[in-house]
RNA sequence: GCGCCCGUAGCUCAAUUGGAUAGAGCGCAGGCCUCCGGAGCCUGAGGUUUUGGGUUCGAUUCCCAACGGGCGUACCA
């Protein structure tokens, strides 16, 4: 059991025994506080109770204290203090067998079963090949796959998936965007409209092309087909090539096209008006959103005959209940955030519990220039790609960049600011923390110390190791809160800490000789190593979780 | 106009989801290497958490209003 849950379970005895009423008792909240002198975990039970029952909440934790019965070999101390907080002290010798235990554990050291094999889906991305992929869609990779990784660790059984349109308006726009160029490149005098894809890339792509074909070729509006699937062909290749540099593989590119191929859209349709939830008006099919509380209904097929975007995504996100996904997480950038209810709505109607989606917004990533702000465009080519950016500051920092801040955050992105800010990027000092350790053991193992061996720990004692070792208990609890809230930006939070407490530590032997690690005391050598590989294990582990590479030596 | 998201140190961001004295990095002012990595450590300055109300033992967090920014508000995706 863990000791959470073991506090909480005794916690809850002690108030029967103290004849308070449990009776909607609230749910009993144990968690590390802010503060060291709070001990190591505490709990606002008593001053939740405490107005129920009408008295002080320090006299109510007293009382409770009372008749808590610990194991003192984990729990050394139990405080009341301030407004009635009951805090609880780690015994040494457990947080000493708990570091053992990370050493034990190794890789697998934060990994957790409550995911349970829960078959889950996410889909994220999902850019149609229009263009190079930018930050804004670097933002949103980085998260998915993250957020992915940290399924996985607690047990999800995780399909990626990215979503594309290969059909759409948008895509004839980009081949006839190409053909046009091709044109102008055989000498041809050409107007090229605002609204058609004004990147260089096009350029490109035109130019192999006109390897391909007779420069003639161009000049006709029937071979649009060809320049598109050309582009979408190129820039697709473009697209995964940038995935795969961030580390980043999808096990499912699925194309919409499908859906009507295989007759699931006409199927949505049916089934909505057998439902009595579409029916016609002005020419168009409408969706009864009003029905599932909305303020107006939709239109799902226009009176052109054409389908909204609406149709397909719910036929999509049918076919991904049926796939059975027990779990199904969308990232969306923030300009989706009026679509989904709608998608929502649509698979309640379709008889599927929506509430296996889960949809995830993250804020925008603006460009600015300056004080200048730009509205990134792939149409008018207003962008930073992600290439230029992995370029500048590397994987390892573009990665970074994009985990250790939340996702509701809005994130203004200056490229200068960023290429001099790389090298102060926090990711080199959660980095730094790894090597440096790594180059203590090899010095360790120079020094005729079998660094490998096994020990009890139990000459640990000084602050800064207390300190350490108490913050590498954290890890699971940050990795099961980080997948649990689809949370990633605590990872690299709590590793900051992390290498903090750890250069603490190392550095502590700089002012104090008997605080050094490696010494001729062979005991205490053995125990402040075993200190040092558990650290190693904890940044190792969460540098993976990110997708971040943790270097031996920097 | 209406809806959603956001507003925390000069800058970029945290704050264990309603907890105790709001914390880091960068930048700024100082200090620390004969010796395990100075890509590091320590000290200091810097805040009415945009503003004003409310809820309660307790609010950066929840509610209302205002201000500022972002995104929507289509028979575009």
Redesign the pocket.
Known sequence: MKIHQYIQQSLLDAIKKSKFSTEDLPEI?I?????K???DL?T?IA??LA?KEKKH?QDVARVIVHHLNLDESKISQINV?????I?FTFHLDYVRGAVNEIIELGDRYGRDDWGNGKKTQVEFVSA?PTGPLTIGHGRQAVLGDTIARLLEATHHEVTREYYF?DA???MRILGDSVRLRACELSGDKIEFPDDYYQGEYIRNIARQAIKEKKSQYARSEKHIPYFQSLAERVIFDDIKQTLSRLGIAFDVYYN?KSLYETGRVKRVIQELREKNLAYN????VWFRTTHFGQEQD??IV???G?????L?DIAYHKDKMERGFDLVIDIF???????YPDVLAGLEALGYDSSRVKVL?H??V?LSEGKE?I?MSTRKANFVTLDELMDEVGVDATRYFFL???M?????FDLS?AKT?S??N?V??V???H??I???L???QQQGIDTESKTDLSLLKAPEEIDLMKTLMMFP?VVA?AAR?F?P??IP?YL?EV??VY??F??????D?T?????EDVPLTLDRLALCRATRIVLANGLTLMGISK????
Do not use: W
Not at 31 to 35: A, E, L, N, T, V
Not at 81 to 85: D, E, I, Q, R, S
Not at 281 to 284: L, S, V
């Open positions: 909240q968690g590390p506080g802010k503060q002198q709070h001990g505490s606002n001053i939740l107005s909440p203090a301030g407004p009635g907080f805090n149609n349109n759409g308006r948008q919409e008006r002005d020419g168009a939709r239109v226009k009176s052109s054409e389908p909204t975007y609406r397909p950038g923030a300009d989706h955030i009026a679509t917004i804020q925008f603006t702000k509205k250790n801040r939340s509701s955050t809005h994130l203004n600011l800010q090298e102060e926090p080199y000092y980095q730094y923390a090597a440096r790594c180059s203590i090899r010095y360790g609890d809160s809230e949370e930006h605590r939070t900051e290498a903090t250069h603490r190392q550095h502590a032997g700089k002012k000789d605080l050094r690690v490696v010494t270097p031996e030596k920097m």
